[in-house]
């Protein structure tokens, strides 16, 4: 039996612990109602509910966004300090940021050598290494 991108929405929030709300079932189809991964922002997934006819304010998706990064659905990755994206895939991975375009991309993880970190201050630990390559398109 097929599973309509509704039910894998729910079945994902489920699987996670997450109450699924009829807001956040909404939002959560569109995060992984096909099988891919994604890369969105807050604006970009506010404007494909709206493209889809759904009534959710912007505050909600960022609640929503934030409410499923604590279930560890989501993994945020934040570019220029102040634009943050979400990841549908929360592996560890490096990511292209396309300057041109404002787009972020998976990089091949397979081709990533971190050969060492600098020791954590003390008091500390690392708690995660994020890797953002930033590109343009050459002129």
């Known amino acids: 039996m097929t599973q309509t991108h509704q ?9 996670a612990g ?3 709300t009829r807001q956040r079932v909404t ?15 807050a604006e970009s997934l506010f404007d494909a509910a709206k493209g889809q006819g759904e009534s959710v304010s912007l505050a909600t998706v960022y609640n929503t966004l934030r409410a499923f990064c ?12 102040s634009k943050s994206y979400f990841d549908t895939n929360t592996h560890d ?21 971190i050969s060492g970190l600098p020791e954590a201050p003390h008091g500390a ?9 930033r590109l343009r398109r050459k002129a």
């Open 70 to 81: 604590e279930a560890g659905l989501l993994q945020e990755v934040t570019v220029d300090g």
């Open 93 to 113: 991975h490096p990511h292209f940021f396309w300057e041109d375009d404002g787009m972020l991309t998976d990089a091949p993880s397979d081709q990533l050598v």
């Open 27 to 41: 939002l959560a189809h569109l995060l992984v109602g096909d099988g891919q991964h994604r890369h969105v922002t």
């Open 125 to 133: 630990e690392i708690a995660s290494v994020d890797v953002v390559i």
């Open 18 to 20: 997450v109450r699924p």
């Open 7 to 15: 039910e894998i929405g729910t079945r994902w929030l489920e699987d």
